[in-house]
């Protein structure tokens, strides 16, 4: 209804539903149209204006609240008298002021670039450069550039890309003649001349892990070997929901959508390319290759490959091999011919990250005993390990776990940001909160709803069947759902809480992932308790308490110094396929020696899954 009529009056019948209105968003300095057909969460999206939305816009989540300063609304299901609405669930019906909740605009601080190991990158790369001298044209030698460069080289390319072709003339006719050329060992087609710049240009790559909830990406100077540069970002694909499922099912529907992830995600690797090379004095055109690990959904919506059947058992990936293309084949604006190296994923949604992530590991696994490697996140990939042989065993799996371990689907949900709580303890019945930045709470992140949960369980005010108690005086139910206020609302902050729907969202999350540990392990022949080590990898992996990962089930009780936290181990994993052919060729064998386990379809899988949901001791 709008603004001033009563709740369950509907909107008036108008032929003037497409009229748009101006949201003027103060905080950002802009202003974005609204159309009266379409919610402020769809209009911020399509302006590119960030607002959390875990669902992606369905209105499941609560998380994408504003709070309308100025002008009429039409509001869907949300009660006149609430201060902080639900963007998903309201639509313009005149020129609007729009104040975003601070969780929306606060600036990312861990944006999973850590990869938890400085050591030197192995030095092979499969792009190397070469300056070289061309006798000049003259009427005396009609020959063609390329072929006139041909002839000087002691081993001439096989192939050359259109796009050094294309670049040649002007290059050698503007320095006298001088070039310097990028050559690429393309396995099984030989030696290909893949790009032309001026003498003296670095020769830099680009490492990629295109991650469902954040993109890390990693400059390295492949001459050298040395790391130069790291920076990461949000994932923009966020805007059509947090977790796979969602932007799959948006995919499926609307071939546009999945034109338009395609376009957010390239946009985004676009962005970490032209500002990590200026960071180094550097241009884009500089990055003479480029390689790419992300989950089987992510590669999927980068390449453009059809992801339909992905959204269906037995979930199939268009391939599992690793994928040559070009920057200009994808779209990526870097020179046209820089080749790009996708990752070899191992089956179902056990991608290309997960890969990455075995290789950065091998000296924790390929020791003797039985080892788990776990990526904790959106899409939680596990791999057992068993080493008892000359060989070891390897399956893998993945786990749905949605993304309420990373702060969405969660009502006061929020990335690893200044102002997001990450620790949460209960000491003589009073909340102690610790706090990214020091300041006033105005979300909790990944780390602080595993820690809320762990804290509330143990003091009770969550029962063993999950359930929030009702009687406790901390315990406070608004809009018909029962939750702790962390936080009171403050200045221009809504409440921070935690609800009983955060707490079933955790509860699926945490029985899936720790169903998937137990049926890998059966997989195997093995015990949970026969895991010797286990590996948590992933940057929000860094920052969890294994603690309370145990205390609420999540992580199977063993011995605290069994655990190791590597951080971004598909970071590091993917430096190393970009400096070296040899680690590249290492994780296409990898990949073929997993064992690919679709856990849903073991008979004991559900009523395993049932008997993880609790908090039972």
Request: aromatic share 4%.
């Amino acid at each position: 209804m709008d603004q001033n009529r009563g709740a369950g009056a509907a909107p008036a019948a108008t032929d003037a539903d497409t009229r748009s209105h101006a949201v003027h968003l103060p905080a950002l300095g802009r202003s974005i149209p609204a159309r009266e057909d379409e919610s402020l969460y769809a209009a911020a999206r399509r302006a590119g204006v960030r607002i959390v939305g875990a669902c992606g816009g369905r209105g499941s989540c609560g998380s994408c609240v504003v709070r309308i300063a100025e002008g009429r609304v039409h509001r869907d299901g949300e009660s006149p008298q609430k201060k902080w609405v639900r963007a998903c669930r309201v639509q313009a019906r005149s020129d609007l002021v729009l104040e975003v909740a601070p969780r929306s605009l606060a600036p990312v601080v861990r944006a999973d670039v850590d990869s938890g190991d400085d050591a030197a990158l192995p030095l092979q790369p499969a792009v190397r450069a070469l300056d070289v001298h061309l006798p000049p044209a003259g009427l005396d030698d009609l020959a063609g550039d390329v072929d006139r460069l041909r002839r000087v080289l002691p081993d001439p390319p096989r192939s050359v890309s259109n796009a050094a072709v294309a670049a040649l003339p002007a290059i050698a006719r503007g320095h006298d003649w001088n070039v310097s050329i990028r050559l690429t060992e393309i396995p099984g087609a030989g030696l290909r001349l893949t790009g032309v710049t001026a003498p003296g240009a670095p020769l830099l790559g680009l490492a990629v892990d295109l991650g469902t909830t954040n993109v890390a990406a990693f400059l390295v100077d492949l001459a050298s070997g040395r790391r130069l540069a790291s920076l990461g970002l949000e994932n923009p694909q966020v805007a059509w929901g947090a977790d796979l499922i969602s932007r799959i099912n948006h995919a499926i529907k609307d071939g546009a959508a999945a034109e338009q992830m395609r376009t957010a995600a390239l946009t985004a690797i676009d962005a970490l390319a032209h500002d990590l090379t200026r960071a180094v004095g550097a241009a884009a055109g500089d990055i003479a290759e480029v390689v790419i690990c992300g989950n089987t959904a992510m590669q999927h919506l980068l390449a453009g490959w059809p992801v339909a059947q992905l959204g269906r058992a037995p979930f199939i990936a268009a391939t599992n091999g690793p994928v040559d293309a070009s920057a200009g084949e994808l779209g990526l604006r870097l020179a046209a011919g820089t080749p790009v190296h996708v990752a070899p994923g191992v089956g179902g949604f056990v991608g290309g990250d997960h890969v990455a992530a075995l290789l950065a590991t091998e000296s924790h696994w390929r020791q003797p005993g039985n080892t788990v490697v776990m990526d904790i996140g959106t899409n939680t990939e596990i791999s057992l390990v068993r080493h008892d042989g000359a060989q070891p065993d390897v399956w893998s799996a993945s786990s749905p776990s949605g993304p309420a371990l990373e702060g969405g689907h969660i009502a006061s949900g929020m990335r690893a940001a200044d102002g997001a709580i990450e620790g949460v303890r209960i000491e003589h019945g009073a909340l102690q909160l610790q706090v990214i930045g020091g300041g006033h709470p105005v979300g909790l992140c990944g780390s602080g709803v595993l820690d809320t949960l762990a804290a509330l369980v143990a003091a009770g005010w969550v029962d063993v069947r999950g359930r929030i108690a009702a009687d406790h005086p901390a315990v406070a139910t608004v809009d018909g759902v029962r939750g702790v206020t962390l936080a009171e609302e403050h200045a221009d902050a809504p409440a921070v809480r935690f609800t009983q729907h955060d707490v079933r969202a955790v509860q699926l999350a945490k029985s899936a992932i720790r169903t998937a540990t137990r049926l890998l392990a059966a997989e195997a022949g093995l015990e949970e308790t026969d895991i010797d080590r286990f590996v948590i990898a992933g940057a929000f992996g860094a920052y969890i308490r294994v603690e309370a990962c145990i205390a609420i089930g999540l992580l199977p009780a063993l011995p605290r110094e069994r655990f190791v936290q590597v951080g971004n181990a598909a970071g590091l994993g993917v430096q190393q396929m970009l400096s070296s052919a040899e680690r590249r060729a290492r994780a296409a064998r990898l990949a073929a020696q997993c064992r690919y386990v679709e856990l849903s379809s073991r008979s004991d899988f559900q009523k395993t899954f049932l008997h993880h949901i609790g908090f039972a001791p």
